[in-house]
């Protein structure tokens, strides 16, 4: 008779590891995601006078998850201490979070060229969106809302308070527009950046 | 040369929800189109009912001198009509296709409403994505059904 092989629920879903190949990376259905993201929307747009109000409620929404989300990641990960770095978050997000949402990394993740205190992350095809056409009347409604919200739940929770917006970005070089999360830290942040610096530089 | 003239898409009460051309030679008048839905709609419920053999879901097909009229109709009573050259191949597959474009960017828009008009700009970018491939399409499967690729492929 074989031993029963445990399975992977055997172990507990914090002490499971990140998934570094593809394949194994458990996926939920998109169009079943795609139904409950777009009755998320519907749910919104009954209870918000404006655009920039059903926005704020996809924001507050996303919040929620990326407070856990990196609580999970970073059980997953068994990291021990935490990155006082702006870039090592940043880069946690955009290489660890990203494909843990939508299987693959973010397209770029930049700094403006205008404020020190700015920084970017694009997806060029924001999974989130990909159904949705939005009309004349909504026109600067951005789909990307949520993950703006996660984003900032993310970086909130790990200390580091930004103010976090989606952007849609027109490419010359493609019809779609480019989904730009924009994250403006507190001057909390840059001070301490700032501090970590001049520590570096002894 | 297989060529598709134009989609229409009925709601289940009857009204004309989308229509789109492809040929512009074959561009039917906006209320030639309306009237053509509601008599479809009609006529298909009537077959269903008189026809002789048990379980028919109505008209399939329409076989005129200069056209085919081919009918999908999903389980929620939509139904998807292509005008078509004729005898033009695959065209159930081709209706399926649009069928499951349908379910992707109409019903998965939050922006949509049920049985409304369909004004999507990416269905309609699909819808003639999907057209323009068709003759790959025969390509691809010359004889057999096409079985439907995964979203997105």
Known sequence: MSRAVPSKHALNIIDRPIARNKLDIPTVSLSAFAYLFSELISY???RAASITELEDRLDRVGYDVGCRM??????REKATRR????????KHIHSAAWPYMFG????DLQQA????????ISDNDLLLGRFISIPKSYSSFVPGSLVAGIVRGMLDSAGFPARVSAHFVEQPSSSKPTTTILIK?????MQRQAALDAAKRG | MSLIYSLYVINKSGGLIYSRDFEPSAKLDLNDTLR??????????IASQLSPAPGCGGIELLQAESFDLHCLQAPTGTKFLLMVEPQCPQVTALLGRIYELYSDFVMKNPFYEVEQ???????????DLAVKRYPLMLLAAPQQALVLGPLGA
Do not use: G
Request: proline share 2%.
């Open chain 1, 185 to 189: 830290f507190d001057a909390s942040v």
């Open chain 1, 113 to 120: 060229n205008a404020a020190d205190d700015e920084y970017m």
């Open chain 2, 36 to 45: 053509l839905a509601s008599i479809w709609h009609s006529l298909h419920a």
């Open chain 1, 70 to 75: 990196l609580e999970l990641l970073s059980y």
């Open chain 2, 117 to 127: 008009v369909i004004k999507c700009e990416l269905f309609d970018e699909a819808v």
């Open chain 1, 83 to 90: 990155k006082p770095e702006i870039l090592d978050m940043l």
């Open chain 1, 104 to 107: 693959k990394t973010a397209d």
């Open chain 1, 44 to 46: 919104a747009m009954d």
